[in-house]
């Protein structure tokens, strides 16, 4: 009587249990590492650096729109450091990244 015995049913309610619970887990993870993930995507496509911090910040605040505004504004930033780089209405668009052979296989 002082044994502890699993019966078949509760070994199958145990294994959904932790099952449930380590997928939740994963999603914890991922929903908390969003930002890191954002902002390892954006300097590695366009070489602006943010910190997540900050954009769990915005998007808490001001959420989707508040984060595109952010990457715009920074980007327009971006843009306006470098004095070589006019642009106006009429200008073409800057097509160097092409001319220049990264993307030639």
């Not at 929903?31 to 900050?54: A, D």
């Not at 327009?76 to 092409?98: A, G, N």
Request: with cysteine.
């Amino acid at each position: 009587m002082g044994s502890f015995e699993f019966v078949g049913l509760d070994m199958l309610t145990l294994g959904a249990l932790g099952t449930a619970s380590a997928l939740l887990v994963v999603l914890i993870i991922s929903f908390r590492s969003r930002g890191r993930v954002f902002c390892q995507y954006l300097k590695h496509m366009s070489g602006i650096e943010l910190n997540p911090k900050m954009v769990n910040r915005v998007f808490k605040h001001n959420g989707r729109a508040g984060v595109r505004d952010l990457l715009i504004d920074l980007i327009i930033q971006e843009d306006l450091s470098d004095p070589s780089r006019v642009v106006t209405p009429d200008s073409k668009p800057d097509r160097s990244i092409y001319d220049s052979g990264v993307f030639d296989r």
